[in-house]
């Protein structure tokens, strides 16, 4: 499919999912990164703070109480203390134990394996009630550990869609997240590698800042590039490698 820059927007996300899981590793469904729990909290802790900075304070976290009961039992201070490379730790304290105490209060126990065996939809609202879960949040659990078929949109896969003009240039995430989903097949391998892709795109060629543009393969019908560079030329297309190169940095969890 030829896409170009004044294709409607579901040809533009349907083509950028063809050209990023080329130009990607392409991902299977079947081992969750990590457990439903960690999932959650870690997505919690994450919040407008690095991939690294988010594992030591889980770790630390993990170390001090011991166990979510340890967690939930610990004087709040010194949790914000242990989680304190986040970028707000005393307001995520209060609220992981809040979460850890609703969890326990209404499943008996600290695991959310019973969200497999529920419609997608209850199990949105359910997490989207917890304090300070959101559509990313809430669809990143849904969506890698109980492949359910829900988008997360995180700011890299916000920022690229509005860039490429998947999305308008003024929705927000939680719009992009009904949008996408709209162009997209409701099939969570599909959903999981275009969120992963894009992921992996904003960290390694799109910044926020300075974007590779060089080395992107959506330059052929991306909003951004035809408004700083002009339509692509076939040399820059040509250009353009075909795929990720191992040698320029490690694709993240």
């Not at 134990?97 to 969890?103: G, K, N």
């Not at 126990?109 to 065996?117: M, N, R, S, T, V």
């Not at 809430?138 to 998947?166: C, E, W, Y």
């Not at 909003?223 to 353009?240: Q, R, V």
């Amino acid at each position: 499919m030829s896409v170009t820059y004044n294709a409607p927007a579901a040809e533009k996300t349907q083509q950028n999912h063809v050209l990023l899981n080329q130009f990607y590793p392409p991902l299977t469904l079947d081992n969750p990164r990590r457990s439903p729990m960690r999932e959650l909290i870690s997505t919690v802790l994450s919040h407008r703070t690095t991939h690294a900075d988010e594992e030591l304070a889980y770790d630390r976290m993990l170390e001090a109480f011991g166990d979510w009961a340890g967690v939930l039992a610990a004087p709040t201070a010194e949790l914000a203390h242990a989680i304190r490379t986040t970028r707000w730790p005393d307001t995520q304290a209060p609220r992981i134990q809040e979460i850890l105490r609703r969890i326990q209060a209404e499943r008996g126990a600290f695991e959310l394996d019973f969200l497999a065996d529920w419609p997608m939809e209850k199990g949105m609202a359910w997490l989207n009630d917890m304090p300070g879960i959101g559509l990313k949040t809430a669809s990143l659990v849904l969506l890698f550990n109980f492949h359910k078929p829900v988008l997360p949109v995180d700011t890299h896969v916000h920022r690229i869609a509005q860039r490429v003009g998947m999305i308008g240039p003024k929705a927000s995430a939680d719009k992009a997240h009904q949008v996408l989903l709209e162009q997209l097949p409701k099939d969570a391998l599909t959903l999981l590698n275009f969120h992963k892709h894009n992921y992996w795109h904003g960290q390694k060629i799109c910044f926020f800042a300075k974007p590779d543009c060089a080395r992107c393969p959506l330059k052929g019908f991306c909003n951004y590039y035809l408004e700083h560079y002009g339509p692509a030329t076939p040399a820059a297309l040509a250009a353009t490698p075909a795929r990720w190169d191992a040698a320029w940095g490690e694709l993240a969890h």
